[in-house]
């Protein structure tokens, strides 16, 4: 896919997204709830949080789009998860799954087992999580790193790579690796994006968030394109939202506000290509330092 698709691609993502204000339920961190909604509802789109194994089994029929996040894993997620992503899967509707936390119970990883699957359209989550569920799933060799630490990543970016494109092309979908630069890929084309802000991991929720919003996203365009529009909207609006804010509460609140306010051709416009147009392409969110140094 060349980078001008790439662009349109985005722009109609975004925009499609605010004329159609699609749903995205969201089993999701009961510490983060509050922010996922309103993440979602920012970029345009309909929030639901769940949680009771009936009730997110019949939304994942109908729903456009689904967010799992393995976040507080409560003992009722070992029915709830698995019936979800039955159903999403039988039903052929597109989910997101974050695998927070992967590896810190034995609840957790019969849960991410039985996911295996149902194939998620988009994964997303830290180095150390990605590497994980990889591993978890059998998709690269188990000697390899990806040590959690809480809900922390041990590993950068960078070392995720393999087990991204792994986990890829498994699944047919995306995954979106985050850190100080987030890779994007679909198993063929990978994409690498900067932006964003350090208050970021001051507030509560921002990974989670990301994933809700790539959920919406995934509502009304293909996995590699909604994980990137998820990933580009979020980093611009954190990259604007540090410049007109210092402190994790006024960025919380400076960061929604430019979610709300983006278009889907200035989440276009803000790319660039920086590496080759081979099998791997690379692109960089462009802060306005950067336009001002090209120009």
Known sequence: ?????????????????????????????????????????????????????????????????????????????????????????????????????????????????????????????????????????????????????????????SAAKTSAVAIAKFTGGAVAVSGEEDLVTDGKESIQCAGGSILSTKITGSGCALGGIMAIYLAVTTPFIAALAGTTIFNLAGTKAAAQANAPASFKVAFLDNLYELTGEEVADNFRVVGSMGEIFEFALQSQELKNILG
């Open 1 to 157: 896919m060349r980078e001008q698709q790439i662009r349109a691609a985005l722009a109609k993502a975004v925009n499609d997204v605010r004329e159609k204000n699609p749903l995205a339920p969201s089993i999701t961190n009961t510490v983060t709830q509050d922010f996922v909604a309103n993440a979602q509802l920012a970029i345009g789109g309909s929030a639901a949080m769940l949680y009771l194994a009936d009730e997110c089994e019949s939304i994942a029929k109908i729903a456009p789009a689904f967010y799992i996040n393995m976040g507080t894993a409560m003992p009722f997620y070992a029915e709830t998860l698995p019936r979800t992503a039955r159903a999403l899967f039988a039903n052929q509707k597109p989910w997101v799954l974050d695998p927070v936390g992967i590896g810190l119970s034995d609840l957790r990883t019969q849960i991410l087992s039985q996911l295996k699957i149902y194939k998620p359209s988009i994964v997303r989550g830290n180095a150390s999580e990605i590497i994980s569920l990889a591993k978890l799933w059998g998709l690269i060799d188990a000697s390899q790193g990806g040590q959690v630490r809480g809900v922390d990543t041990t590993e950068k970016v």
